[in-house]
T-cell receptor, first 107, second 112 residues
Framework: TQLLEQSPQFLSIQEGENLTVYCNSS?????LQWYRQEPGEGPVLLVT?????EVKKLKRLTFQFGDARKDSSLHITAAQPGDTGLYLC???????FGTGTSLTVIP | DAGITQSPRHKVTETGTPVTLRCHQT?????MYWYRQDPGHGLRLIHY???????DKGEVSDGYSVSRSKTEDFLLTLESATSSQTSVYFC???????????FGPGTRLTVT
């Protein structure tokens, strides 16, 4: 049973715009991982957040773990076509993934 | 990139035939996983392995079996393929059970 809700499910934006996607649950997690999956490839790990309230930055991507460790967000600044893909979150101590947010960045 | 390969990368087979997919790693990671990915369902765990000859079922294990006779190889077998098993199959590896997973390139299986 998947307990992770990701929103929005689909997102299409113009190059240069900012966006935020969310990963929400009613459960508390010890850690949360974010992956990006490009079309035709396997998911690739972007980051792991561990501490409640933690913020991690990866170039134009900012990841935040909620204070209660039940939710997380990913903010992309000035999106580029290379950011296109499926963004997945996964609790570190579970085998399931969220259903993902499919992002398309239009040049 | 983690050394994970999957074979074949594409396969078309008929209903009722047996199919075996192979995952090979060069990282010597203890944990190996098989997932399927379908539109509307995301990634779902089929089986996983926590060592040679040690395997366990995942969320969608019915109709699938696995074997791991060597650390580097994890095989997924569909004993009698059905159309509902048409999917993209991903293998993944990790050092720890709770650890970050590294995925292979996927196998696209079509059962006609």
């Amino acid at each position: 049973t998947q307990l992770l809700e990701q929103s929005p499910q689909f997102l299409s934006i113009q190059e240069g715009e900012n966006l935020t996607v969310y990963c929400n649950s009613s459960s508390v997690f010890s850690s949360l991982q974010w992956y990006r999956q490009e079309p035709g490839e396997g998911p690739v790990l972007l980051v792991t957040v561990v501490t409640g309230g933690e913020v991690k930055k990866l170039k134009r991507l900012t990841f935040q773990f909620g204070d209660a460790r039940k939710d997380s967000s990913l903010h992309i600044t000035a999106a580029q076509p290379g950011d296109t893909g499926l963004y997945l979150c996964r609790p570190g101590n579970q085998f399931y993934f969220g259903t993902g947010t499919s992002l398309t960045v239009i040049p | 990139d983690a050394g994970i390969t999957q074979s074949p990368r594409h396969k078309v087979t008929e209903t009722g035939t047996p199919v075996t997919l192979r995952c090979h790693q060069t990282e010597n990671h203890r944990y190996m996983y098989w997932y399927r990915q379908d539109p509307g369902h995301g990634l779902r765990l089929i089986h996983y392995s926590y060592g040679v000859k040690d395997t366990d079922k995942g969320e969608v294990s019915d109709g699938y079996s696995v074997s791991r006779s060597k650390t580097e190889d994890f095989l997924l077998t569909l004993e009698s393929a059905t159309s509902s098993q048409t999917s993209v199959y991903f293998c993944a590896i990790s050092v720890e059970r709770e650890g970050e997973q590294y995925f292979g390139p996927g196998t696209r299986l079509t059962v006609t």
